[in-house]
């Protein structure tokens, strides 16, 4: 044993205990149906800043139309995002994908099982590698989360703040010590059911705690302060103008965004950044003319969608257009489509609440 943390502190104790309550109590989810490294690959990258309630029906629907890498590493990148849409960080899925195919042509399907090897493919971080090695292969690696890093603060009060990317690197030795060499599926998982369900980041459930007794925040009677964890900046506020085209066989238009940036090569109504609400109009007229070459008056917004990224907040007012015949602006990011075709394209969620209430 090497790290400081661990000094006077019941390992043996807090493992059997952590295994134990885990064993008796853990959710059924769909992915500890397997130990399938690849299910429980793609689990681990839906969950990232996902809820378990939103995950659950994505992953069953994922892997029914994509049950193995290789179904995975021959689809086109449409199917993927649409499998993907609403989950968001899409560059998720692109990565994973990526990376699944690495592992059909390099490692002939098998998920690699050593840290060294998994850790190249890309979207591999070390979180990610240590879930998949521990719970899929039984290996000691540590999965160190946000979860986890909340937990481990508070069972041994640990006052370094969660927000710094240094602060992992303390975790991840401790854990190398600390986690079951017997069974580190169980203790990994574990401690992230535990900060589920028990050790949450307000009013942690300390009286239900399973090692209550082992941990020192509690003793000390400070949980409720731990972890530390200095504050993001807030989101900044961006006015958004997005118009519907519609051609007088009513065909919508849509467009794909651009292949890098956030949300790259979804599909999307065509849409502006604004500089101020009282010019949208202006500005959108002046866009459909430059670039659509379409002559058409915009009126008042048709609704208004709000989406808040964990960087930013787009507010998007929405405008509706009809056109005279068809014009002529198709191209490969550009097309035409039925309104009842819509819904075969990949939207981000902003666009997909304008589908819900606009067409």
């Given at each position: 044993m090497?790290?400081?943390q661990?000094?006077d502190f019941?390992?043996?104790?807090?493992?059997r205990?952590?295994?134990?309550?885990?064993?008796?109590n853990?959710?059924?989810?769909?992915w500890r149906?397997?130990?399938d490294a690849?299910r429980v690959?793609?689990s681990?990258?839906?969950?990232q800043?996902?809820?378990?309630d939103?995950?659950?029906p994505y992953?069953l629907?994922?892997m029914r139309?994509?049950p193995t890498?290789?179904?995975?590493?021959?689809a086109?990148?449409d199917?993927?995002?649409?499998?993907?849409?609403g989950?968001?960080?899409?560059s998720r899925v692109r990565?994973l994908?990526t990376?699944?195919?690495?592992v059909?042509e390099?490692?002939?399907g098998?998920?690699?099982d050593?840290?060294e090897?998994?850790?190249?493919l890309?979207?591999?971080?070390?979180?990610?590698?240590?879930?998949?090695?521990?719970i899929?292969?039984?290996?000691?690696?540590?999965a160190v989360?946000?979860?986890v890093m909340?937990v481990l603060?508070?069972?041994?009060?640990i006052?370094e703040d969660i927000?710094k990317p240094?602060?992992?690197?303390?975790?991840?030795r401790?854990?190398?010590?600390?986690i079951?060499?017997?069974?580190?599926?169980s203790f990994?998982?574990g401690l992230?059911?535990?900060?589920?369900l028990i050790c949450?980041?307000?009013?942690p459930g300390?009286?239900?705690c399973?090692?209550?007794e082992?941990?020192?925040?509690?003793?000390?009677?400070i949980?409720?302060?731990l972890?530390i964890?200095?504050?993001k900046?807030?989101p900044?506020?961006?006015?958004?103008a997005?118009?519907?085209?519609?051609?007088e066989d009513?065909?919508v238009?849509?467009e794909?965004?651009p292949?890098t940036?956030?949300?790259?090569?979804?599909?999307?109504f065509?849409?502006i950044?604004t500089?101020?609400l009282a010019?949208q109009?202006e500005?959108l007229?002046g866009?459909?003319?430059?670039d659509?070459h379409?002559?058409g008056?915009v009126?008042?917004?048709?609704?208004?969608?709000e989406?808040?990224?964990?960087?930013?907040i787009?507010?998007?007012?929405?405008?509706?257009?009809?056109?005279?015949?068809?014009?002529d602006v198709e191209?490969?990011?550009r097309k035409?489509?039925k309104?009842?075709d819509?819904?075969?394209?990949a939207?981000?969620v902003?666009?997909?609440k304008?589908i819900?209430?606009?067409?």
């Amino acid at each position: 044993m090497s790290t400081e943390q661990l000094r006077d502190f019941d390992m043996n104790g807090f493992q059997r205990d952590l295994i134990d309550w885990f064993r008796e109590n853990q959710r059924v989810l769909p992915w500890r149906q397997s130990k399938d490294a690849y299910r429980v690959w793609v689990s681990e990258i839906m969950l990232q800043q996902t809820r378990v309630d939103t995950v659950i029906p994505y992953y069953l629907a994922f892997m029914r139309e994509f049950p193995t890498p290789e179904a995975l590493a021959t689809a086109t990148e449409d199917q993927i995002l649409k499998a993907w849409e609403g989950l968001g960080y899409y560059s998720r899925v692109r990565n994973l994908q990526t990376a699944v195919r690495e592992v059909v042509e390099e490692y002939g399907g098998k998920v690699p099982d050593t840290r060294e090897e998994i850790s190249t493919l890309k979207g591999v971080g070390p979180y990610t590698a240590g879930a998949i090695l521990s719970i899929a292969y039984g290996k000691p690696e540590p999965a160190v989360d946000g979860n986890v890093m909340r937990v481990l603060s508070r069972i041994l009060l640990i006052e370094e703040d969660i927000a710094k990317p240094a602060t992992r690197k303390i975790f991840e030795r401790i854990l190398y010590d600390l986690i079951s060499k017997e069974d580190p599926s169980s203790f990994n998982q574990g401690l992230m059911e535990l900060g589920a369900l028990i050790c949450t980041p307000t009013s942690p459930g300390c009286l239900l705690c399973p090692v209550r007794e082992q941990c020192r925040a509690n003793h000390a009677g400070i949980q409720n302060t731990l972890p530390i964890k200095s504050k993001k900046k807030k989101p900044v506020l961006k006015q958004m103008a997005a118009v519907i085209i519609r051609n007088e066989d009513d065909d919508v238009l849509i467009e794909k965004r651009p292949e890098t940036g956030l949300l790259a090569r979804l599909w999307q109504f065509p849409n502006i950044e604004t500089v101020s609400l009282a010019n949208q109009v202006e500005e959108l007229e002046g866009v459909l003319k430059e670039d659509f070459h379409i002559e058409g008056k915009v009126g008042k917004p048709v609704q208004t969608v709000e989406h808040v990224f964990s960087h930013l907040i787009w507010r998007i007012s929405v405008y509706e257009v009809i056109v005279k015949g068809r014009p002529d602006v198709e191209s490969e990011t550009r097309k035409w489509v039925k309104k009842s075709d819509v819904e075969q394209f990949a939207f981000p969620v902003s666009h997909q609440k304008i589908i819900q209430q606009s067409l």
